[in-house]
Each structure stands twice: as structure tokens, then as C-alpha cells.
């Protein structure tokens, strides 16, 4: 008896998942139906967002939350990859503990004092010590100078990824350190055994053991980066347009709907608009945490 | 004789009710507009200690005050921008304004100090839609003769969030320049031009205080709180004036109460030689057939205790302007509109 009532609570917990992420689902995509029939898929084609003559189009928030996750992995994996390497191989064992603990206390910290540090410590630094010299630097350049072009900003698409790359560090870091030592200790050994350096093993041996988790780790990072909104609201600069420059102020699909979400009347086509913003930002967190459970998944088998 | 003993035994009821409610206070609900939020938490602490009655006011957002009121889950609901009047007849809505107030500019320039620099609403439009870009344009510098300005690029800074304060200025720039009115228009949020955003009047003063070369907009309570640098603005009668209570009562007494659609009065781009040109009453919308008649009677004896004379004091601590007498004699004629289910009006008068 007894066994059969555990039985079934085991079940119904597990169900419960389905059912919320199911309900979840279902509630973005009905109540922001009528936002994509009116506009049809212009609405994820054209860049206006216009709360006057009520004309919404997602291109431009699609573009931003696409553009700062990527600046986010692009300068985080390369990082949280030398901090895996340095505390797995390098690091000395008196170090190893501190260091580590520090990284779980950046997963730790809010993401509103990241956005709050960000705007009033991060942003200044960026635009001075390292737009500036990229601009002077590149901005001659015919196709690529267009992408590094611009006045000095604070808040900018750029400094949105910075900002997001150093939250979802931790996380990769973590991920790193994890496969790294879980790479058989036999196998470094034997190829150290064959007069490998340090180097070499990591190059041929953990790395290869490890790149299908790593890429996974990294999938991981771009997800988070994907749905981060606070922090991001404090420094992408919320304008609703697309620029060719990462230096000018962008939005994100996250922080148009924080910013928008409180004026946003029921009933209305803006309510709808921003429903509809929500399922779009859903399905693509979705797809891109299936990819990388999958492939951390394909290594682990 | 049956009457007089129901008549009597209502009147107990009534003493027996009215008792217990003097000594634990009635809580009341409101929800919506930002703006005012200071204002109305000021009052409700003083109003708390004066009557023990309890006000809950969240600051949600003008949307979801509209919102809310609609579903009835407050007693009150707050908007910066009025309703328009058929929305009110649908919804079966009272529409008064509560307290007024200022919008400034701010700007980040070194060596031009607080209400130096002078400014139109026509540039600050063309500042706003990108065709003024350095603080050195000619237009800029016609006006300000002695001011020395940089040939620096000017860095547009707006509310991100969609707010009160963006509707206000919206409106003052939709007046002031055609081509703002006809491309950009006047909202709690708009599509921008140029420049970047900002939450909260916080995030602009902060995104105006970091950057050089910025301008914002914020209310006048946030700029006067925080010393920030405010510019003139020239008026109607094309006197450049500073941003000071004198100047925004001016404003408030110039605006046409006498035609106001539901107390919608204007009070942008008032005449008078001393009128500061951005100012605005936010609005309260009660319902007309409350589903608590004691506790909506508790809410507008608070509205009626703010506009009196403590309430003023607050008002004016906080840099917020009251109602003109005038006007507070109109808003409490229209709350004869607020019935009970027997239909009496619920609001007959103060009741301490």
C-alpha cells in the first residue's frame, strides 16, 4: 500500500514538471497569438517599436539579445577556460580552495548589483579604457570599422555583454573544472609517462576528453546570457533600434519587457506584442538548453 | 412605531460598526502611477498617525493602476495621463487630479552651473530627434550669449522604463516643435530618435551625472533633492524662466479648469510671463459604485485631508504643488458621483 502511494507521488512530481513547463508554454504562446496575427511575421522582421501609433516589430530586441549573449560567450569561454586550466593544472594546492570558493561567490551575487556595479563602476571603464582605444584603433577600417564606430557610450550593446559575460563566468569556470578532472588520471599519466609537458597533455588529452561537455558548458552560459534581464536593462542602453555599431545603445527582448511590462495596458496590441516577445525568448532559451544538455549528455554515456 | 424601533436599531448598529472601525482604522488600497508615489506615501504616514486609517499605495506603473481599478482589486487607481472619457463611462469611473508636478531638464557640462544655460523646447526637440548634435551649435549658442559650451557631442538621455514623466515631456515637446508631433508624438514611451535610456528618474540622473555632454529629463522633486544642474526653458510668452515653485504655481493657476473634460486640465505651455512650461497634474480614478462603500468613504476622506492645509505643507515639502483651492471645490463636487449600493453618495463630507 504504502509503496504504491509513494509510487504515485513520485509520479505526480515528476508530471508536475511537464505540466508547469507545459502550462508556461502555452500561456505565452496563446495570450501573444494576437500580436502575430495582426502583424503577421513582419513582427519578427521589421525593427520599429512604436507605442504611439502602436506598431511593434522584434527584429530589433531579437538582434540585441542575440548579439550581447554572443559578445558574453565570446569573452567568457576563453577566460573560465584559463581559470579551469590554472586551478586543475597550474594553481597551487594552498590556492586552489580560495580561488574556487571565490568563483561560487560570483554565481552568487544578485544580477541587480551586477547591473548596479555595471552602470556606475563597469560602464565609465569601458567606455574610456577600452572603446576608445578600439575605435582610434579600428574604426578607419572599411567594413569592420562600421562595427567599432561611434561616440563614447556608457551604455551600449557592448558593455550588455561584458556585463553578462562576467555572470555566466562562474558557471562555465565551474563546468570547465568539473570535466577537466573528471578526465581519467591514468590517461594524463601515460602520456606524461611518454614525456608529454603540461601543455601537451592538456592540448591532447584533457581537452579532447572533455570538448563535447565543454561546447555543452558554453551552450549553458549562452542560455543564461539569453534570458539575463536586470543587469542588462541597467547598461544596454534600451534603445529600440538596430545599429551597426556594438558601442550604441541596443535592448534586449528581456529588458524591453521589464521596461515595458508596467505600462502595458490589458487588452492592448502592446500587451500582446510583449506576450508574444516572451514566447520568442522562451523558444529560443529552449532550443539552445536542449542542444547543450544533449551534447553535455552524448560526453557523460 | 415599528419604524422608529428599526430606525433606532439601525442607528445602534451604526454606533456599534462605527466604533470598533474609529479604533483599528480602515485599511484602503490604491495601485498605478510612480510620479506621485512620494507624495502619496508622505501623506498616508501623516494621515495614519492623524486617523489611525491605513492607506496601502504600490507604485506600479500608470498601466497597471489603470489596470487594476478596472478589476476592482484596489479601492483607488493613480495615472499620470488621463483617461480618456469614454473609457471612464465604460469602466464606470470617477476621474480628480491628487497634486501637480514639474518636469526639468538636467544637463552634464563643465563649468555651466545650475539654471545657466537656456533652452527652447524646439531645440531640446531637435536635441531629442538627433539634428542638434554638439552642445557648440549655433542655435545653442544664439540664446546663450556668456555661456561658454564645447564643441561636444550631446548624449540624449531618456526614461527606458514607459513612465509618467515620459508622457509629460512628450506632450511639452509635441507642442513645442510640429516635427516632434508628427514623428514622435507623446506617450508614457515612444519610439526615441537618438540616445540612450534609463530606469527610473534615478537611472536618468545618474546615466546625466556619469556622461559627459548628457541631458535628461527628471522630475523637479528628484532634481531638487539631488542639487542637479537644471537649465532654463522658455515659455509661451518668450520669457526664459527657472524651474521654481513660484513658477510651476503660476503654471498650475493659469491652466483652464472651467473647460476640463473629467478635471483633465492641461498645464503645459501655460501663458503668463512667469509659467514654467512642463508641468502636470496626475490623476486619481475611483470607481462610481465601490464595492466597499466604508472603505472608499476612508479613501477620499484621505484625498480630502491631503488637499487641506497639512497635506499642502507636504505636498510643498516635497516639491510637489497642490491643487489650487478652486480646483479642490470641483474634485469634491465630483466624488457626489461615488454611490453605495443603496445609492447615496458615499462621500458627504469630512468625517472627523
Known sequence: ?301 | MFKRISAAAVLAAATLFAQPAAAQGVEFTGAGATFPAPVYAAWAAAYKQATNNTLNYQAIGSGGGINQIQNRTVDFGASDAPVPTDRLTQQKLVQFPAVIGAVVFIVNLDGVNKNQLKLTGEIVADIYLGTIKTWNDPRILAINPGVTLPSLAIQPIYRSDASGTTFVTTSYLSEASAKWKAEVSAATSVQWRTGAGARGNDGVAGAVRNTKGAIGYVEYAFAAENSLTTTQLQNVAGQFVEPTTPNFQAAAAAADWENARDLAASMINKPGAQSWPIVSPTYILFPRDPRDAARAKAALDFFSWSFAQQGGQIAERLHYIPLPAAVVTRVKAAWANVHNAQGQPVWTGPSQ
Open chain 1, 1 to 301: 500500500m504504502a509503496d504504491a502511494v509513494f509510487h504515485a507521488l513520485l509520479w505526480a512530481s515528476g508530471a508536475l514538471v511537464l505540466l508547469i513547463l507545459g502550462a508556461m508554454i502555452a500561456m505565452l504562446a496563446y495570450d501573444g497569438w494576437p500580436a502575430l496575427r495582426h502583424f503577421g511575421v513582419a513582427f519578427y522582421t521589421t525593427a520599429i517599436w512604436n507605442p504611439v501609433t502602436e506598431r511593434f516589430g522584434a527584429a530589433s530586441m531579437l538582434f540585441g539579445t542575440l548579439v550581447t549573449a554572443v559578445i558574453a560567450v565570446v569573452v567568457a569561454v576563453p577566460v573560465s577556460f584559463g581559470i579551469a586550466f590554472f586551478l586543475t593544472e597550474v594553481c597551487p594546492q594552498a590556492l586552489r580552495k580560495p580561488i574556487g570558493v571565490t568563483i561560487q561567490l560570483l554565481a552568487a551575487v544578485p544580477s541587480i548589483i551586477y547591473g548596479m556595479w555595471g552602470a556606475l563602476v563597469v560602464a565609465p571603464l569601458i567606455a574610456a579604457y577600452i572603446q576608445a582605444p578600439l575605435v582610434a584603433l579600428l574604426s578607419w577600417l572599411p567594413v569592420v570599422g562600421e562595427v567599432f564606430a561611434g561616440p563614447p557610450q556608457q551604455f551600449s550593446v557592448f558593455t550588455a555583454g561584458i556585463i553578462l559575460a562576467l555572470m555566466i563566468l562562474p558557471f562555465i569556470t565551474a563546468m570547465f573544472v568539473e570535466t577537466l578532472e573528471s578526465v581519467p588520471a591514468m590517461l594524463a599519466e601515460s602520456a606524461y609517462g611518454i614525456g608529454a609537458t603540461t601543455w601537451e597533455v592538456f592540448r591532447n588529452v584533457r581537452v579532447p576528453y572533455g570538448r563535447t561537455a565543454m561546447v555543452g558548458a558554453g551552450m549553458l552560459g549562452l542560455g543564461r546570457a539569453l534570458g539575463e534581464t536586470m543587469a542588462v536593462t541597467f547598461v544596454i542602453g534600451n534603445a529600440n533600434r538596430i545599429s551597426t555599431s556594438i558601442f550604441a545603445p541596443g535592448s534586449s527582448i528581456a529588458s524591453v519587457i521589464a521596461n515595458e511590462f508596467g505600462e502595458a495596458q490589458s487588452g492592448s496590441l502592446k500587451l500582446y506584442s510583449l506576450l508574444q516577445l516572451g514566447f520568442a525568448l522562451f523558444v529560443i532559451s529552449f532550443i539552445v538548453l536542449a542542444i547543450s544538455r544533449w551534447l553535455v549528455r552524448s560526453r557523460l554515456d
